[in-house]
């Protein structure tokens, strides 16, 4: 056998070119993306001027949850996730594609949150420098939204190569965003017009008490710190990972708290008591209404909006790759339809997978905002949560469950300290639960996502039996990466 022939036959492995400052860039880069914009006015709408405690508490969440993760990336330092630890915990098959369509329905949703919350800030940027004559319509934010999922498969048809320095870019763009919010809302302190009394005042706005309606904020506010579990999908791609991924992740989600709770300073410096109670209703334009009132006589408020787009976009972007590529992966491995696998010619990108979860995105946009009343950013952002804490709550177990079973080699890298797996496993539980105030509509969302799953399993396996196929398995699931 020739050298080249080994060669070719040797199974290619990723360029490890993430060191730790990359790596932290693309961390702190994907969990600030959409989810500051999408949540910051849901939350002060529950819990007035204590909205930074929401923020705290789901950190608290994420961090447990992250060193779950990290225990198990350092154990299997493979590019699949939870599907991965699910499988390797449980060996169900059925559960593996419950979890990983799960995640693939987090990625769908987040991405139509972040399309309507796009459409918010560019018709509010359009209206704050005069380019259109007041609001836009309710009907044209809807039309923008969808005509930008439509763009987004547009350009996952043509083929996207990730560039580690191009996130760079757009991590420095989100933080310039939100460093604007921060800067407006200190400016206003500096000028002793905030009341700063207000942080620890609870508003009772929906006489929920302070537990159930902080309960209810933190479980809004988890959708604004998830994103770190994305990081997995690298490590195959970082340099000495068992020993840069845990240090890097938890300073990643400090950063990302961190500016989280000055921004919900800022938003309580800038509006009253009055208007935070109303400022659910702006839904994505949230901040960009702190950032107009509270710098008048300043042009902040004119490139704000178009910073946020920028930021936005991109989460959108990253979403919809992950969850078409999921979905190629799935039929690959025979759980779902096979014609999901295919890849367009030329581009060699999964066309018809990509055609699918645009299509569910854009049902639902239309699902949701086909009730005038409905919240749309709030009900899809709030699906996303939902179902990221259902899949974090398995992957808290799945440590525990694997917890004997170590490397070949003996060695231990991390390990999340005592039973914190099965604490944050309850604390998922508890925020995914119905006493959180989640309204009904997020849970029939949800269930019919994942219900067309199931069917599409069912499906599968019913084509795989009469054409003699095999049955649906997770052979390589290895292979499940975004």
Not at 30 to 38: N, R
Not at 288 to 309: H, Q, R, T, W, Y
Request: aromatic share 8%; glycine share 10%.
């Amino acid at each position: 056998m020739t050298e080249t022939t080994q060669a070719a036959e040797k199974p290619a492995e990723l360029k490890r070119v993430l060191g730790p400052r990359l790596l932290l860039l693309f961390i702190v880069g994907d969990i600030l993306g959409a989810g500051v914009y999408a949540v910051t006015g849901q939350m002060g709408g529950k819990v007035g001027g204590l909205v930074w405690l929401p923020f705290l508490l789901a950190f608290v969440v994420a961090t447990l949850t992250a060193l779950s993760y990290l225990e198990l990336v350092t154990k299997y330092p493979q590019a699949a996730g939870a599907a991965l630890y699910t499988h390797k915990a449980f060996g169900v098959h059925f559960l593996t594609f419950i979890v990983a369509f799960a995640v693939v329905c987090s990625g769908i949703t987040s991405a139509s949150t972040s399309s309507k919350v796009l459409a918010d800030n560019l018709t509010g940027g359009l209206e704050v420098n005069g380019w259109i004559d007041g609001p836009a319509s309710k009907g044209a934010i809807i039309a923008i939204a969808m005509g930008f999922m439509v763009l987004l498969a547009l350009i996952n048809l043509r083929g996207v190569g990730e560039s580690v320095k191009f996130n760079v870019i757009l991590t420095l763009v989100e933080v310039t965003a939100l460093c604007i919010v921060i800067g407006v809302g200190f400016w206003v302190i500096l000028q002793g017009k905030a009341d700063m009394g207000e942080l620890v005042v609870f508003h009772d706005y929906d006489d929920k008490g302070l537990f159930l309606a902080v309960t209810a904020a933190t479980s809004i506010a988890f959708f604004a710190m998830v994103g770190f579990e994305d990081a997995v999908n690298m490590v195959e791609e970082t340099q000495d990972p068992e020993r840069i991924f845990p240090r890097t992740m938890l300073t990643g989600l400090g950063i990302a708290v961190l500016l989280y709770m000055l921004v919900a300073v800022s938003v309580v410096s800038v509006l009253t008591s009055a208007e935070l109670r109303s400022i659910a209703e702006s839904e994505g334009r949230a901040l960009l209404e702190v950032v107009s009132k509270g710098s008048p006589d300043f042009p902040i408020d004119k490139v704000f909006p178009f910073l946020a787009v920028f930021a936005v976009a991109n989460t959108a972007l990253i979403n919809m790759l992950m969850a078409s590529r999921l979905i190629y992966g799935m039929a690959r491995q025979n759980v779902l339809p096979k014609q999901l696998g295919h890849v367009l010619p030329g581009r060699q990108t999964p066309a018809v997978a990509i055609g699918f979860t645009t299509l569910l995105a854009l049902g639902l946009i239309l699902y949701v905002t086909a009730d005038p009343e409905s919240n749309v950013v709030g009900n899809l952002s709030n699906v996303t949560a939902f179902l990221l804490l259902c899949v974090f709550a398995i992957v808290n177990v799945a440590c525990v469950v694997l917890r004997n079973q170590r490397r070949d080699d003996g060695q231990v890298f991390f390990t999340s300290p005592g039973q914190l797996p099965l604490v944050a496993a309850a604390l998922c539980v508890f925020l995914a639960g119905p006493w959180v105030d989640r309204s009904g509509e997020v849970y029939t969302i949800a269930g019919g996502l994942m219900l067309i799953g199931v069917v599409l399993w069912v499906v599968t396996i019913a084509v795989n039996k009469a054409t003699g196929q095999g049955t649906p398995d997770f052979d390589e699931v290895e292979d499940l990466r975004p």
